[in-house]
């Protein structure tokens, strides 16, 4: 799987949007851009995930630049309970490596009251 | 809820003692399960992949007769940590998913495991 770039902090207000970068410059054709995050002494969890077109769900939107080398991931209002590190991942759909996730070092959010 | 569950949470036991974790896909059949280890302060690592009736898959320098994984039925795998040590103090997480493709991984909540 290709390889992705990641901030390693960044901090936000409560109640405020957050943009959680993500570079994948060597990012092939078939290959998804998946978004998880890690609570504290949690295992991750889903966030959101696509391929070409920007996704919305009810826990984030996830806009994809146009050549797809990044992507952002958008919280609309950041609560306390929002920080945790952010994995932004991506699989091969074509991959005969099974579904397991290649985890680099994500975005540690910090949200301040 | 939760789709994974994963027992127990936390366990401390002695150093040469043998540790069970169990990992069981809650309303879907998972052939595939996945588990990492994570180090404090650090991101997690693939150990191995658990197939159902058959043998696991290990990652590259993980040792398949320390850490005996069991995939006997759709729903439940198992990872034992063979006379561990301090070294293997750990928190252990175990994943799967609905179907091939796509599908998001769902996570269990971890197993923290201290060894003294």
């Known amino acids: 799987d290709a390889k992705t770039t990641q901030p390693n902090s960044m901090e936000s207000n409560e109640e405020e949007p957050v943009h959680l970068p993500c570079n994948h410059s060597?990012?092939?054709?078939?290959?998804?851009i998946h978004w998880y995050r890690q609570l504290p002494s949690q295992g991750p969890e889903y966030v959101i995930h696509g391929l070409t077109s920007n996704v919305n769900n009810r826990m984030a939107s996830l806009a994809i630049a146009e050549d797809r080398k990044s992507s952002t991931l958008i919280l609309h209002r950041a609560t306390l309970r929002d920080a945790a590190v952010y994995y932004c991942i991506l699989r091969d759909v074509d991959s005969n490596s099974g579904y397991a996730l290649n985890f680099g070092k994500g975005t540690s959010l910090l949200v301040t009251p | 809820g939760a789709v994974v569950s994963q027992h127990p949470s936390w366990v401390i036991c002695k150093s040469g003692t043998s540790v069970k974790i169990e990992c069981r896909s809650l309303d879907f059949q998972a052939t595939t399960m996945f588990w990492y280890r994570q180090f404090p302060k650090q991101s997690l690592m693939l150990m191995a992949t658990?197939?159902?009736?058959?043998?696991?898959?290990?990652e590259q320098g993980v040792e398949k007769d320390k850490f005996l994984i069991n995939h006997a039925s759709l729903t439940l795998s198992t990872l034992t940590v063979t006379s561990a040590h301090p070294e293997d103090s750990s928190f252990y997480i175990c994943?799967?998913?609905?179907?091939?493709?796509?599908?998001?991984?769902?996570f269990g909540d971890g197993t923290r495991l201290s060894i003294l």
């Open positions: 994943s799967a998913s609905r179907r091939q493709g796509n599908q998001p991984q769902h």
């Open positions: 658990s197939n159902e009736g058959s043998k696991a898959t290990y």
């Open positions: 060597t990012i092939s054709g078939t290959d998804y």
